[in-house]
């Protein structure tokens, strides 16, 4: 489209001797097309700027009326005038800042699927404090999924601020496409991998008929390269650079819609990530699975494993309220096996142990005659911290050909402690009963 302001800019030049060719060159770096600037040269021309004078027709009697006192249209222009710029990219801006959004989202979904890992670990493993030995096996990875939703929101900006076609926009974009896309997918390759090897050096096996999960991803190349997010940012970091010169606009703030989009985006996106990672962090921290608070509670002493044995981790918090001998003042809490310490993470091998405080006269012949089954195999095994040194290990016979397992005794201070298991055998049930301090 033909402007005043670049019919001006021609005059200027014309009358600092510039021929049409260089006129022509530096209005086509400044983004006007060919057609425009052909057409305000031939306006400019038309008028011959060597002319001194006004030559006005009028109509009521066509006669020709000469004013000295006017200048000739062609020769009235500021020889100052900077290089008019012509019409944004739309098109080619329009598409990089597509390229960026679908960045963006590569980004959030990346980001959401490691959150997911770390809800699967927190609420539905067989291990309810797994959060904590995760992140403590684990230490950055929290610190990736902001890195990550951070990273999305910078490529979303970048989407916005591409817009506008401006210098700064392009450097922006530039620096963010070579940055961003290639460390996040090397940095998010070693950690899906390592967190894989974490949870087995095999495929693991999830049930039968269900797909099995691999190891991890078999070369670096492939890791990094396959990544979609990496793809679409060398393709549209390619874009951008072939599109060079058609970024010539001076710095322009962002449109006040597309900021409240911006910010809105954000705070839906960035801001419930962080809490999410701050909480999971906060809860990793807690590692006495509420022990101080249910001794607060009870009278007696709580016992628990120190050390804890070999492969073995918390399963639960410290429970308090739980029935035992008739009373509702017994502590439970359950341990189990660390995945690595497992052929197959779906085979759980739960202990738990639920204790209470007894009178001195307790009788434990009674609590065991109560306890055991007219089938149950009843047999003594040695526990350092009983009475006598005793404990009465009860079995009971399933219907698969397995048992259920139960070991019993009465500490020193008249602590009943009852260590229960399916599938774990004898001498874990002893290792943990020896542990108990």
């Known amino acids: 489209m033909v402007t005043k302001e670049l019919l001006d800019y021609i005059k200027s030049q014309k009358i600092k001797g510039i021929d049409d060719e260089k006129i022509e060159a530096d209005l086509i770096e400044n983004n006007w097309e060919c057609e425009d600037i052909r057409e305000a040269l031939d306006k400019v021309n038309r008028l011959d700027p060597s002319t001194p004078f006004e030559i006005q027709v009028k109509d009521r009697d066509n006669v020709f009326v000469i004013d000295e006192t006017t200048s000739h249209p062609a020769t009235q222009a500021d020889e100052h005038i900077s290089t008019p710029i012509g019409d944004k990219p739309k098109v080619i801006a329009g598409v990089i800042s597509i390229l960026l959004i679908v ?36 230490p950055l990875y929290g610190w990736v999924v902001i890195s990550f939703a951070l990273s999305a929101c910078v490529m979303l900006y970048a989407s916005f601020k591409v817009r506008s076609s401006s210098k700064p926009a392009f450097w922006f974009s530039f620096f963010s496409l070579l940055l961003l896309p290639a460390s996040l997918s090397y940095i998010n390759y070693k950690l899906m991998y390592s967190v894989a090897r974490y949870f087995s050096k095999d495929a693991i096996i999830l049930m039968q008929d269900k797909p099995n999960i691999p190891a991890g991803t078999s070369t670096l190349i492939v890791g990094v390269l396959g990544e979609p997010a990496f793809i679409i940012s060398l393709i549209t970091l390619v874009i951008l650079l072939i599109s060079y010169k058609k970024f010539h606009l001076p710095k322009e703030s962002m449109p006040s819609n597309l900021k409240k989009i911006f910010i809105t985006l954000t705070v839906l996106f960035f801001i419930p990530t962080l809490l999410f990672v701050y909480m999971s962090y906060s809860k990793a921290q807690k590692d006495d699975f509420g022990y101080k608070m249910a001794q607060e509670k009870v009278t007696y002493h709580i016992y628990k494993p120190n050390p804890i044995p070999l492969g073995m981790v918390y399963a639960a918090d410290f429970l308090t309220d739980r029935e035992m001998v008739g009373e509702s003042n017994a502590v ?16 759980s091998r739960p202990i738990t142990l639920k ?64 260590l229960s298991t399916v599938d774990s055998g004898d001498f874990d049930l002893i290792d943990l009963a020896n542990s108990l301090k």
């Open 355 to 418: 204790q209470t405080g007894v009178s001195q006269n307790f009788s434990i012949a009674d609590y065991l005659a109560k306890e055991s089954g007219v089938y149950s195999e009843q047999v003594t095994v040695n526990v350092n911290t009983s009475k006598d040194r005793t404990g009465y290990l009860i079995k009971n016979s399933l219907s698969d050909g397995g048992h259920t397992k139960n070991l019993i005794y009465v500490t020193q201070d008249d602590v009943l402690i009852s």
């Open 332 to 347: 439970q809490v359950v341990y189990d096996f660390a995945y690595q310490e497992s052929p197959d993470i779906s085979k």
């Open 103 to 138: 960045i963006s989202f590569l980004f959030i979904y990346r980001a959401g699927i490691m959150i997911t890992i770390m809800s699967i670990v927190d609420y539905y493993s067989h291990t309810a404090g797994a959060i904590h030995y995760f992140l403590n096996e684990f």
